[in-house]
């Protein structure tokens, strides 16, 4: 088991910053990957990045590219979320999977632990 829990969400201006972070513990050894994922109210749970730990790639959604930023380790990862805008308003959630697919990692069922998730409110 992993356990994931997620802070640093919060109240921000549109263009401001904030970094949020994930701390796993729990048999961390065993993950392949860690992952941001968001949802906004109404919305579906939908991918933002990932961090593959062999050969330490990291993939974007093309929303954040250039904007957020994903480090860390396999005990915390970060995400570092600059230039943030109205509609990056959600609840992000960590997420952690025992094997890692490049077809298939912006899926949320290819991740079998997930934190609680931190809520991001940007005002215009």
């Known amino acids: 088991q992993v356990q994931l829990v997620e802070s640093g969400g919060g109240l921000v201006q549109a263009g401001g910053s904030l970094r949020l972070s994930c701390a796993a513990s729990g048999r961390t050894f065993s993950s392949a990957a860690m992952a941001w994922f968001r949802q906004g109210s109404g919305k579906e749970r939908e991918f933002v990045a990932v961090?593959?730990?062999?050969?330490?790639s990291t993939y974007y959604a093309d929303s954040v590219k250039g904007r957020f930023t994903m480090s860390g380790d396999k005990n915390t990862v970060y995400l570092q979320m600059n230039s943030l805008k109205p509609e990056d308003t959600a609840v992000y959630y960590c997420?952690?999977?025992?094997?890692?697919?490049?077809?298939?990692?912006?899926?949320?069922?290819?991740?079998?632990?997930w934190g609680q998730g931190t809520q991001v409110t940007v005002s215009s």
């Open positions: 961090m593959r730990w062999s050969g330490g």
């Open positions: 997420a952690a999977a025992s094997y890692f697919s490049a077809t298939y990692y912006h899926r949320t069922n290819e991740y079998n632990y």
